[in-house]
């Protein structure tokens, strides 16, 4: 059993592994949704990496769930979960962001191919993901109550949403992620996120107290009553609740 936390983490790493597989495997195909037809460039199989990206935050959660009923705390073990979640939250998400780029530039008129320099800011999500978690282990004991910074495992899931957004295209949502400027905003304002100031609420509350877990009620409420309206488009709506109310709500120091 006291190795259960370790292979938890390497199952994270094993599906972020995965999630890159197909990502790199997508190519783009014409999507029939609701009647209409409309092409979906560079997703066919990107989300798929979406599922794997999400199987890997579960594996994130629940070793260290493990790890605290187990009373097993080691270096190897905090290390090993960093370069896990870097895989799966930084390098899979940024090849995401990688492929809805090169989608982007490929459906302007006359495009052959898409230079490489135009795709390359995709992976400032990995690279900012990478300071992040550098910056968490040395910090961590300082942030029992909240995150310093967005974690990355919450940039990676909101952009393991995108290429399902992209395929059901919700409000036609789906069109506008095809564009490279949207594309561009998003990386610029989570790679900021992830290294900034701001207190991130953390998902399990300090006290299980009204007054202590009314954001996480909040963000889990709004995401359920918005499914109705936004169908796949919930789940970065509840990110985004999630952003807005660590702006809002003010953690206790530990």
Known sequence: MRHLPNLLTLTNLFCGCIAIAFILNSQPYLANVNGMEYWVL????????SIFIVA???CDLLDGFAARSLKIFSPIGKDLDSLADLVSFGVAPSMILFKMLWASYMAQQDALDADMIVMAPAFLIGCFGALRLARFNTNAAAQKNYFNGMPIPAVGLFIASLPLVNLYNPLNLGAVLQNKWVIYLIIGLFSWLMVSKVRFIKLLPAQWRLAEMWPQAVIIAGGLAAIPFLQVAAWPFAFIL?????????????
Do not use: D, F
Request: glycine letters at 8%.
């Open 42 to 49: 560079g997703t066919e199989q990107a989300y798929l990496g």
């Open 242 to 254: 999630y952003v807005l109310l660590s702006l809002i709500y003010k953690p206790k120091e530990a």
């Open 56 to 58: 890997a935050a579960v």
